[in-house]
């Protein structure tokens, strides 16, 4: 990841969450598979609920998304890069994982250690509170509709749809499981189990050694 390529798909997402279709897309279209499933669609409608509270409160609250663009110019000229015009116009189209992992270093490697004057400080907040609801969102949807790449964590989800009620999802965090753990597998060898609550969708990555003390409240998965 490059600072450049970092604050142009800050930019896009940026745009793209400014998009009227896009937004009207969250209460509109189903997902790939919702219509058959209810889990499915329950987690859609948590997951597109928490980016449409983040987009009402940010409005609420005057926000602008030309004063996060204010901010994305402030930051880039503090790092000392330039951007194109090019650089800052389209939506975030084509998504890929790595976009999410691209975003993730983007807030903890750039833009959080930067301490901004006053009057960027709560547009660094806003920017990085939507960027993480609006990529959460799109993880998830990839995950649902083209699944998350890795057979065992796919066999997972599945079990648990099969097995589990909608409020063991609503109740929980589906993005545990189908990002988070997602990133977890693909980055970390050692992980060998994946734990959750019994009741509720809250998971873990766990080594062969830490994975030998069962929880009687908790579900086991092996992945390694």
Known sequence: MTIVSALSLAHK????????????????????????????????????????????LFHRHNGCFDDLRGYLDVLAKAKNVKLRQSDKKGLLRDW????????????????APYRPYVEWQSHQFELHELLWSLVNLLAIKDALENGTGIPKLDDIFTHLVETKTP???????????LVINRLCLTENP???????HRDYLSTLTLSAE???????????????
């Not at 409020?167 to 499981?177: H, I, M, T």
């Open 13 to 56: 997402a940026i745009n793209t969450l400014e998009s009227s279709r896009f937004c009207g897309s969250l209460s509109r279209n189903l997902w790939t598979g919702s219509v058959e499933c209810e889990v499915r669609l329950a987690i859609q409608q948590k997951t597109t609920d928490e980016l449409s509270r983040k987009l009402a």
């Open 96 to 111: 890929r994982i790595d976009h999410y992992i691209e975003v993730r270093d983007f807030i903890y490697t750039v833009s």
């Open 167 to 177: 409020s063991f999802f609503l109740n929980g965090y589906p993005l545990d499981l």
């Open 190 to 196: 050692k992980v060998a189990c994946i734990r959750t």
């Open 210 to 224: 830490e994975s030998r003390t069962k929880d009687a409240n908790a579900l086991y998965f092996n992945v390694g």
